[in-house]
């Protein structure tokens, strides 16, 4: 466990999970006067994933945070990409577009995760008390905070707890109840993410490999010198039972269900067993009727995970915690107010990106005559699917607000 204390003695706020959303509203909260102490599950800033897409009011929220610009620079700057055969033949390339990116010559930005978490992590600065390594335990609320205790930390009581803590959030298991009721399934697929060596020798460049069966693998290099960051993924109609903490045992079933498979997957395979930053997940949605309980409250991928189909689903946090911190601080004598301004402003975009979603995974690629699967209907274009989200200037209205 590492801890720093906080600069902030105001209104003290737990934010559970320190990736995308929980990073996004820690920096805006910190601004607006609150305490914030986040703790994240894994010993440091988990690293790990493959590409995300920032877009359309995302890239104005990291504009705001003057981290634009930066974010530009850690790009992944993709050339292209190329779909191959069994034998590693080349049946589709383009440079104009990649599966994980779309457009290349769009204003979007696609960077690795670690990378932006990185980036968010050095915005938000220490202004905040980290607790890694540690988890919620239990929350117990009242109308004026929340008893918090830890599976190792002292127990705390805070103002507000925020589950930023992902697909699987534990905020959400114990405010809102069992995962079940909340996840939907998305197309019976299951990915796992990893680094590699960069073997196949990739440089900017993806390389994606995919069978009738849905076995497929999409390798990304950006330098040769430099790891590549692969999904390997399957599809399961009838579902799977898998323990979303046991990581050898996903490994093990991961491995089971692509054996046999063409292309380099045995390679890949190979260094998927030896992976440090293995990642393994359902394509799934969240949908909730309601994404608070009195002074507990999810954003992100914990409340409303958008899935892969159109890549929205960090547009959608980062707007999501933009706008659940500008509420907290309009509303800071009302917290439950806020939260309440929250739903009632975002609930649209989000129901809207995630159908949008649906529909687009609904529509299948076309069989090549090999049998292989090729994006001959089209790469999406994720431009045209990003949806506009008004953003409030909250800063300019709390600050001029503020005492002092
Ligand atoms: C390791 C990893 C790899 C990913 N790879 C991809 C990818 O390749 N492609 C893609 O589209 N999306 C990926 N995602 C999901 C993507 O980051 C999100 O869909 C999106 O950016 C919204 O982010 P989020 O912050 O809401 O959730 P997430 O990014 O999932 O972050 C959740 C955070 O909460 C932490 N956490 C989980 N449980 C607890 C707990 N009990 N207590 C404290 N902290 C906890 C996690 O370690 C993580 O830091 C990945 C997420 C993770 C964590």
Redesign the pocket.
């Known amino acids: 466990m590492n801890s720093t204390a906080p600069k902030r003695t105001d209104t003290r706020v737990l934010v ?7 990073l996004t509203i820690a920096y805006w909260l910190v601004r607006y006067g609150f305490a914030v102490t986040m ?4 010993p440091h800033l ?1 690293p ?3 590409a ?1 897409d920032v877009r359309g009011p995302a890239l104005e929220v990291a504009e705001r945070m003057a981290i634009l610009g930066t974010m530009r620079d850690r790009s992944t700057k993709l050339t292209g990409m190329a779909v191959v055969d069994s034998d590693g033949q080349e049946i589709f390339r383009s440079t104009e577009s990649t599966l994980t990116g779309g457009r290349l010559d769009s204003a979007d930005v696609e960077i690795m ?1 670690d990378d932006l978490c990185h980036v968010l992590h050095e915005a938000v600065g220490d202004q905040v008390e980290y607790i890694f390594g540690d ?2 335990a239990s929350l117990t609320q009242d109308e004026s905070g929340v008893d918090v205790t830890f599976v190792t930390a002292a127990p705390r009581r805070f103002e507000l707890v925020i589950g ?7 905020v959400r298991r114990i405010a809102f109840g069992p995962d079940e009721q909340f996840l939907r399934a998305f197309g019976d697929l299951y990915v796992a ?1 990893f680094g590699m060596p960069n073997f196949l020798g990739l440089e900017r460049w993806q390389v994606m490999y995919q069978q009738p069966d849905s076995v497929g693998a999409l390798v990304m290099g950006l330098r040769k010198d430099v790891s590549a960051r692969t ?1 390997l993924g399957f599809s399961a109609p009838k579902g799977i039972d898998y323990g979303f903490r046991d990581i050898d045992a996903q490994k093990r079933l991961l491995a089971d269900r692509v054996a046999g498979a063409g292309w380099v997957i045995p390679q890949i395979v190979e260094h998927m067993l030896r992976a440090t ?1 293995f ?1 393994f997940y359902s394509l799934s949605q969240v949908r909730m009727n309601s994404w608070s309980r009195g002074r507990i409250v999810l ?4 409340g409303y ?1 958008v899935s ?1 189909g159109t ?1 929205q ?2 547009t959608v ?1 980062m707007v999501g915690a933009y706008v659940l911190a500008g509420e907290l601080a309009t509303h800071k004598d009302d917290l439950v107010g806020g939260i309440a301004a929250y739903e009632d402003g975002l609930r649209a975009y989000v129901i809207r990106n995630q159908d949008i979603a649906l529909e687009q995974n609904a529509q299948p690629d076309e069989p090549t005559d090999e049998g292989e699967t090729a994006p001959t209907g089209g790469i999406p274009d994720f431009g045209a699917l990003t949806l506009p989200f008004a953003l409030k200037n909250y800063q300019d209205r709390w600050f001029r607000c503020r005492p002092g």
Do not use: M, N
């Not at 703790?39 to 894994?42: I, L, P, S």
């Not at 930023?164 to 534990?170: I, P």
């Not at 954003?299 to 914990?302: E, I, K, L, Y």
């Open positions: 559970s999970g320190a990736s995308i959303s929980g703790v994240e599950r894994a988990r790990g994933g493959h995300l995760r988890s919620i930023a803590d992902g697909l699987y959030s534990r993410t999904y930053d990642h954003v992100g991928d914990a995970a892969l890549g689903g960090t946090a």
